[in-house]
């Protein structure tokens, strides 16, 4: 029971903040890398560039596109620059601000536990790395990984764990634990009510967005293969 209620409260942010409970329907299943010349879409089966000067190539083949399918791909362009910067940059303040939220908590509690607050951080920074490992944007260029961001929540669990043991086993040996254990069971509980609807409705969000894309990249590709085979 000990351990449980202490597990719920460091991975709060890691099982939470990156996927619902309830997985997105649509997985990705293609790289990104955004830069200000190009888009470039890849996978084992197709290699997609959406060039600034609308040219088009798909698996090494230039493609000659029709009005409306030139259309699409702006759009598609537009979308992309706007939603995954956009992305990336909501979930940085959406795990700041949870973050804050526990170290607050902590503090009106427990006061000075450094341990506890510690622990808080590096969870946090864990964190922020492995959102930079499913998309990242440095230099003007925005990246996203798609197995990196389909694996996300079972890596953030991972990282709350290996937390946790490491916790649990200064918290024993120090004899905090059993002290704190009150105020620990507080802010599990109090701030996961707190922070349970904004997560779960950035959640949603996440799931619109790649939805969206998911769904203008197939539509795309559908007719770029169409145009090839004619």
Same mark, same amino acid.
């Given at each position: 029971?000990?351990?449980?209620?202490?597990?719920?409260?460091?991975?709060?942010?890691?099982?939470?903040?990156?996927?619902?409970?309830?997985?997105?329907?649509?997985?990705?299943?293609?790289?990104?890398?955004?830069?200000?010349?190009?888009?470039?879409?890849?996978?084992?089966?197709?290699?997609?560039?959406?060039?600034?000067?609308?040219?088009?190539?798909?698996?090494?083949?230039?493609?000659?596109?029709?009005?409306?399918?030139? @259309?699409?791909?702006?759009?598609?362009?537009?979308?992309?620059?706007?939603? !995954?910067?956009?992305?990336?940059?909501?979930? !940085?303040? !959406?795990?700041?601000?949870?973050?804050?939220?526990?170290?607050?908590?902590?503090?009106? @509690?427990?006061?000075?536990?450094?341990?506890?607050?510690?622990?808080?951080?590096?969870?946090?920074?864990?964190?922020?790395?492995?959102?930079?490992?499913?998309?990242?944007?440095?230099?003007?260029?925005?990246?996203?990984?798609?197995?990196?961001?389909?694996?996300?929540?079972? #890596?953030?669990?991972?990282?709350?764990?290996?937390?946790?043991?490491?916790?649990?086993?200064?918290?024993?040996?120090?004899?905090?634990?059993? @002290?704190?254990?009150?105020?620990?069971?507080?802010?599990?509980?109090?701030?996961?009510?707190?922070?349970?609807?904004?997560?779960?409705?950035?959640?949603?969000?996440?799931?619109?967005?790649?939805? #969206?894309?998911?769904?203008?990249?197939?539509?795309?590709?559908?007719?770029?293969?169409?145009?090839?085979?004619?």
């Amino acid at each position: 029971m000990l351990k449980k209620i202490l597990f719920l409260f460091l991975l709060t942010l890691s099982i939470t903040a990156f996927a619902a409970k309830k997985e997105c329907p649509v997985k990705p299943s293609y790289d990104i890398v955004i830069n200000k010349n190009n888009i470039h879409i890849v996978n084992q089966s197709n290699d997609l560039s959406i060039m600034s000067d609308e040219q088009v190539v798909l698996n090494a083949k230039t493609v000659l596109v029709n009005k409306s399918l030139r @259309k699409k791909l702006n759009e598609f362009q537009k979308s992309l620059r706007l939603q !995954l910067p956009q992305l990336e940059q909501q979930s !940085l303040n !959406l795990l700041l601000e949870v973050k804050v939220a526990f170290d607050q908590a902590i503090t009106r @509690k427990l006061s000075d536990d450094r341990e506890l607050h510690s622990e808080l951080n590096k969870l946090y920074k864990r964190l922020v790395k492995l959102l930079h490992r499913s998309i990242n944007t440095e230099n003007g260029t925005t990246t996203f990984y798609y197995q990196n961001f389909n694996n996300i929540k079972k #890596d953030g669990e991972d990282i709350g764990e290996r937390i946790f043991y490491n916790v649990v086993g200064g918290s024993i040996v120090e004899f905090n634990f059993f @002290k704190n254990f009150g105020a620990i069971k507080d802010i599990s509980k109090n701030e996961w009510k707190t922070q349970k609807p904004k997560l779960k409705a950035f959640d949603a969000h996440i799931c619109s967005v790649i939805t #969206d894309v998911d769904q203008q990249y197939q539509q795309i590709l559908t007719e770029l293969h169409q145009s090839i085979d004619k």
